[in-house]
């Protein structure tokens, strides 16, 4: 029981820090999510020109710190109702585990395929994501893969509209010595 509620006062602190808590938490991770579709745009660029893929594979490194906001950005692991320190009982089955989502050795990988439709000449790019080496339902369907398009469309508002600096921007102050 004490290790329930010690996992649980661990989940409030992410949640409200980095995960759903704010929406500023997530929206740290909008450039972050941006660079991976650049890189998934670029491969996909290259191989419909027949160029060799120049990157065909792009490592970032970070923490919980910097997975646990993107993932809630993308919608994963959010719970109907906020966690809070008064619906413990409520929460007992929430998808919010930041112990499980996050663990101490956590990674998130895009897999990018191309495959040629058998019935038509058509090329299609599909996406899948693992999380921890686990295949990670998509956000958008449940399904476990993607195609390429789809998934950018479900994203779109995030891939168009991130504004980190106007978000992160200073007010301005007056430095003038005037009184």
């Known amino acids: ?10 989940d409030l602190k992410q949640y409200w820090k980095r995960g759903y808590g704010y929406t500023i938490n997530s929206q740290s991770s909008c450039t972050l999510f941006q660079d991976i579709f650049q890189h998934l745009d670029k491969a996909v660029e290259q191989k419909q020109s027949s160029q060799p893929i ?4 792009i490592l970032q490194f970070g923490h919980a710190e910097t997975l646990l906001p993107l993932l809630s950005l993308m919608g ?24 499980h989502i996050v663990p101490y050795a956590s990674n998130l990988i895009f897999v990018l395929y191309h495959c040629k ?4 000449p058509k090329e299609e790019f599909q ?6 080496e686990k295949v990670l339902p998509l956000a958008h369907s449940q399904e476990t893969v ?3 398009e789809d998934l950018k469309n479900h ?5 168009q509209s991130c504004h980190t600096s106007e978000k992160c921007e200073l007010p301005k102050v007056n430095t003038s010595d005037e009184l």
């Open 1 to 10: 029981m004490l290790e329930m509620v010690l996992e649980y006062l661990n």
């Open 155 to 159: 994203y779109k508002d995030i891939l």
């Open 54 to 57: 120049s990157s065909p594979v």
């Open 76 to 99: 994963y692991f959010k719970d109907k109702e906020p966690l809070t320190a008064y619906n413990y009982k409520e929460q007992m089955h929430r998808k919010f585990r930041s112990g």
């Open 127 to 132: 996406v899948q994501m693992l999380l921890n």
């Open 146 to 148: 993607s195609l390429y």
């Open 117 to 120: 439709n058998a019935k038509t």
